[in-house]
Each structure stands twice: as structure tokens, then as C-alpha cells.
């Protein structure tokens, strides 16, 4: 069963414009599944048309993502709200004859998910005058014997991922003011996390500055295609595994003692436990790498997703945070060498210190004047020229993105939260970092390592005795 939104559009809302907030260059669908366990009151709350009743109300105050993306004549973004959107947001339903108990034996293995077919295929993302793709696009599977599993992916350049997790706690929140209302569809205050600016958050100035940023590239020369192919390590599907590990926050606690009982941080000095993670991850996977002789010996580039929003003073909320992935160089012996675990995390922290409002905006000043270049010489596709240089997966680089904060757990439709949840990572050396179930209300002792590796670094990583003293292996894809 597929219901299509589109009939359900309000009248009019809001538009948002977009410029160099680097929003533009996250041209993907990010897919996540939540597994909802057997129980009465899944029964009772979880049913068809409550779920597209609440999704009605809960749209209709977040107009968004009814929208399309817009290319104006200057070849400038938009994304616009037009009620005449054929690609509204889509709500799928099926039944499966797989049980719930099946698909958590085997580590709600986002493979088995998919062989079921619980999911949706992932679009791109591509921004193109040619087509496009909803905003929103969920399917939500019955088991057989009872249980849900809510399959939702968005448009990254509309919604990032904490604003999706968001999306689905306020439609979950909306289902239940619903039912304690008798079915009247009346909307409930949008979190903060959705509230839309009227402009862009980093705006569009004249300045032009002589270089731009280390961690981003331009290419009017190439082709998009061309830059991908460039920029891309060709490697057999079938030579890629992806993996969740589960490490405690005791063991994180640990490692960040660890660096303080080290004597490497100067008075008044720290490291978050963002930065110790990033420190013990890059040496493992670099490690592994190497190891299973995917890479060369030699140094490494780690870096981190970094929200420029602290930093250039802006709220710490809205649709879209602006990203830069913050660099760090190390060493061929600060990589293999694990007494210099502390240095490598402190080294990371220090790394991040150069990120300072002035250097940001001086970023996106350049990003800005670049893409109006590329405009006016005719480069059909300005955005599809820009790319985040740690990307390159031809280089020695590893990424790590710790979204420990996102309300991945927080959507109660009225029969709980989820048990468990499983996103796809695709991209080999890029570390994803969710939180794990929560053992209490806002309070979990895991989090998630989503742990993509070419099939002999993945081999080298799970026979790596550091690895496997602090992580454990959860879930295959």
C-alpha cells in the first residue's frame, strides 16, 4: 500500500534559500531503520491509518519537506514549497511473513531488512533541473507475529540527520496528541530543531577572499562524473564489508582517563570524549588498513564533521546545519604506536581550535564567490564542482562523524520507543558514530560504530586485540 501526500499539501508555506553553507555539497539520502517489538500497544498506536493521519498533521507543520529544489536563473538554490510538487513525500505500508524474533537474532541485520524488502531504493540525491526525488520517503513493515519496523530516509541537503530523527519524534509525538484528541487532527508545537530560518544561515556576502580553505576543492575542468571518478577508489561491491560494533561509554570513560592520567595536557588543557574516540578509531582503522595492505605505510588525514555553528555564533538549531570536515594530520608513528594514543587524541583537539568564525566565514565567502564564477562562465551545474578533499578515497584518510546527540530513540508513536536502530553506512573509512539503545530515559551505555572497510582491513580489524578488548561485533550487513 502507497499513499501519496501530495492531496494533503497546506496552501502555502515557507521557502528556504540556499547558499555556501556547504549544505549543497551533501547531495545523498540517509536511510535508517527503527525496529519497534511486539506488544499490545504497538497494535493499538502503530496501525495504518494512524500512522498517515499523524503524518498528515505532523507534514503540515513542517512544510519543508514538501518541497522541491529550485534552480533559479542565476543558477542559484532554493528550496521552494509548490503545492504542485509531483514528488510529495511518500508513505509505503506491507506486511512480511519474517517474525521480529528472526531479525533480532540475527543483529537486525540491515541485510536481512533489506532482503525482506522493508526498505526503499536510495536515490542519490542528485540536485537536477532534469528530476527529482521526494524530500521524505518512508515504508513501514509488519511482522508476522507482531512488531514494526519504520524505514525513513530524507534528502540530506534538506534535512540532516539530526533533523530527520527530529522529523519522526515530532510525527511520533503528533500520533500520539492525535489519539488522545479522538482522531482531530490539530498540530502540536514543532521542536526547535525544525524551525526554519527565512534566509540561509551563512549569508551571502560580497568578499572575495584570494585562497579558499584546504578542506574543499573546486573543478570547473571536470565533469561531475569526472570528479568522482578522480576523487574515488574503484573497489568490487563485493570486496566491501560493513559492520556495527558496540563499544560501553565505561570503556570511552576509560580511554579518556587514559589521556588525562598521561601527563600530555598542559594546565587547563582537555580533550572531549569526541576527540578521544576520533584518536582511537583513526589509529585502529589506519592500522587495519595498512595491516591488511589496503594502503600504503605512511601518514594519515583524520578528520571530523564539524557544525560550524558554535563557532560562527549562530542558534544551535534550524534545518541544515553547515559542515566542514575539520583535518588533522598524523604521523606514520602517532598512527602505529598506541602510547601515543593521548598525543593523537590532544593533537585532534588542537586541530579543531583553528576553526574559528573568522576562518569559517572567510570559507564561505570564498565558496560563494566561487560558485557565482562558476555561474557566470556557464558551468551548468555549479554545486556538482565543489567537494570536501578528505573525501578522496584515494588518499590515506580516515573520518569519523560522532552524532552521539541525535534523538535516533526518540520517536514514541504511543507504544514505546525503538528497541533497536540500524542506519547504512557506504562509505569505506568513514566511521559513523550513533548512540546505542538507551538503558533509561535520556541515558544509554553503548554507542554504535557503523564501520565500512575494504573486505582485508575488515579481516585485520576484527583480529586487532585493541579493537576487540573495547568493541564488540553486533550486527553484519
Known amino acids: 500500500m502507497r499513499v501519496d501526500m501530495g492531496e494533503y499539501l497546506p496552501k502555502e508555506a515557507v521557502s528556504r534559500r540556499i547558499t555556501g553553507d556547504t549544505q549543497f555539497m551533501f547531495q545523498f539520502y540517509k536511510p535508517c531503520f527503527q525496529f519497534y517489538k511486539p506488544g499490545d500497544l504497538v497494535n493499538r498506536y502503530m496501525t495504518r491509518d494512524n500512522l498517515k493521519q499523524s503524518l498528515i498533521v505532523a507534514l503540515h507543520e513542517c512544510p519543508l519537506l514538501l518541497g522541491r529544489f529550485k534552480i533559479h536563473d542565476d543558477l542559484s538554490l532554493s528550496l521552494e514549497y509548490d503545492p504542485n510538487n509531483t514528488n510529495t513525500p511518500t508513505l509505503e505500508f506491507q506486511a512480511t511473513d519474517l517474525t521480529y524474533s528472526e531479525l533480532e537474532t540475527r543483529g537486525f541485520a540491515y541485510s536481512l531488512a533489506r532482503q525482506y524488502k522493508m526498505d526503499l531504493p536510495i536515490p542519490d540525491g542528485t540536485i537536477s533541473r532534469d528530476f527529482d526525488q521526494p524530500m521524505l520517503m518512508v515504508k513501514v513493515t509488519y511482522f508476522t507475529g507482531g512488531g514494526v519496523a519504520l524505514f525513513a530516509m530524507?534528502?540530506?541537503?534538506?534535512?540532516?540527520?539530526?533533523?530527520?530523527?527530529?522529523?519522526?519524534?515530532?510525527?511520533?509525538?503528533?500520533?500520539?496528541?492525535?489519539?488522545?484528541?479522538?482522531?482531530?487532527?490539530?498540530?502540536?508545537?514543532?521542536?526547535?530543531?525544525?524551525?526554519?530560518?527565512?534566509?540561509?544561515?551563512?549569508?551571502?556576502?560580497?568578499?572575495?577572499?584570494?585562497?579558499?580553505?584546504?578542506?574543499?576543492?573546486?573543478?570547473?575542468?571536470?565533469?561531475?562524473?569526472?570528479?568522482?571518478?578522480?576523487?574515488?577508489?574503484?573497489?568490487?561491491?563485493?570486496?566491501?564489508?560493513?559492520?556495527?560494533?558496540?563499544?560501553?561509554?565505561?570503556?570511552?570513560?576509560?580511554?579518556?582517563?587514559?589521556?588525562?592520567?598521561?601527563?600530555?595536557?598542559?594546565?587547563?588543557?582537555?580533550?572531549?570524549?569526541?576527540?578521544?574516540?576520533?584518536?582511537?578509531?583513526?589509529?585502529?582503522?589506519?592500522?587495519?588498513?595498512?595491516?591488511?595492505?589496503?594502503?600504503?605505510?605512511?601518514?594519515?588525514?583524520?578528520?571530523?564533521?564539524?557544525?560550524?555553528?558554535?563557532?560562527?555564533?549562530?542558534?544551535?538549531?534550524?534545518?541544515?546545519?553547515?559542515?566542514?570536515?575539520?583535518?588533522?594530520?598524523?604521523?606514520?608513528?602517532?598512527?602505529?604506536?598506541?602510547?601515543?594514543?593521548?598525543?593523537?587524541?590532544?593533537?585532534?583537539?588542537?586541530?579543531?581550535?583553528?576553526?574559528?568564525?573568522?576562518?569559517?566565514?572567510?570559507?564561505?565567502?570564498?565558496?560563494?564567490?566561487?560558485?557565482?564564477?562558476?555561474?557566470?562562465?556557464?558551468?551548468?551545474?555549479?554545486?556538482?564542482?565543489?567537494?570536501?578533499?578528505?573525501?578522496?578515497?584515494?588518499?590515506?584518510?580516515?573520518?569519523?562523524?560522532?552524532?552521539?546527540?541525535?534523538?535516533i530513540y526518540d520517536a514514541d508513536f504511543g507504544a514505546g520507543c525503538p528497541q533497536m536502530a540500524r542506519s547504512f553506512n557506504p562509505r569505506p573509512n568513514y566511521i559513523i558514530v550513533f548512540p546505542g539503545p538507551p538503558t533509561s530515559a535520556n541515558s544509554y551505555d553503548s554507542l554504535h560504530l557503523y564501520v565500512t572497510l575494504e573486505r582485508p582491513a575488515m579481516e585485520a580489524l576484527k583480529s586487532d586485540p585493541l579493537w576487540s578488548s573495547l568493541c564488540s561485533l553486533i550486527s553484519e550487513f
Open 154 to 407: 530524507t534528502n540530506h541537503v534538506a534535512f540532516d540527520g539530526n533533523a530527520m530523527f527530529s522529523f519522526i519524534a515530532h510525527w511520533a509525538r503528533c500520533n500520539q496528541q492525535m489519539l488522545v484528541q479522538q482522531r482531530q487532527q490539530q498540530s502540536i508545537e514543532l521542536p526547535p530543531d525544525l524551525k526554519v530560518y527565512d534566509t540561509s544561515l551563512i549569508s551571502n556576502t560580497n568578499n572575495e577572499p584570494a585562497e579558499g580553505p584546504v578542506e574543499i576543492s573546486v573543478d570547473a575542468t571536470k565533469t561531475p562524473t569526472e570528479i568522482i571518478t578522480s576523487i574515488t577508489r574503484m573497489v568490487a561491491r563485493s570486496n566491501i564489508c560493513a559492520n556495527v560494533f558496540s563499544i560501553k561509554t565505561s570503556s570511552l570513560s576509560k580511554l579518556k582517563q587514559q589521556v588525562a592520567d598521561s601527563g600530555i595536557l598542559d594546565q587547563g588543557e582537555w580533550v572531549s570524549s569526541n576527540n578521544v574516540l576520533a584518536s582511537f578509531i583513526a589509529q585502529r582503522i589506519a592500522q587495519a588498513n595498512m595491516e591488511g595492505q589496503v594502503y600504503e605505510v605512511g601518514s594519515w588525514k583524520i578528520f571530523q564533521a564539524l557544525d560550524m555553528r558554535r563557532p560562527l555564533n549562530l542558534p544551535l538549531h534550524g534545518l541544515g546545519s553547515p559542515i566542514i570536515l575539520a583535518e588533522c594530520h598524523a604521523s606514520y608513528s602517532e598512527i602505529t604506536t598506541p602510547n601515543d594514543f593521548p598525543l593523537l587524541a590532544k593533537r585532534i583537539r588542537q586541530s579543531i581550535d583553528r576553526y574559528t568564525g573568522e576562518y569559517l566565514q572567510s570559507s564561505m565567502d570564498w565558496m560563494n564567490a566561487s560558485y557565482r564564477k562558476l555561474a557566470e562562465n556557464g558551468v551548468r551545474e555549479p554545486w556538482r564542482h565543489f567537494w570536501f578533499t578528505a573525501m578522496n578515497t584515494n588518499t590515506r584518510s580516515v573520518g569519523i562523524s560522532c552524532m552521539t546527540k541525535i534523538p
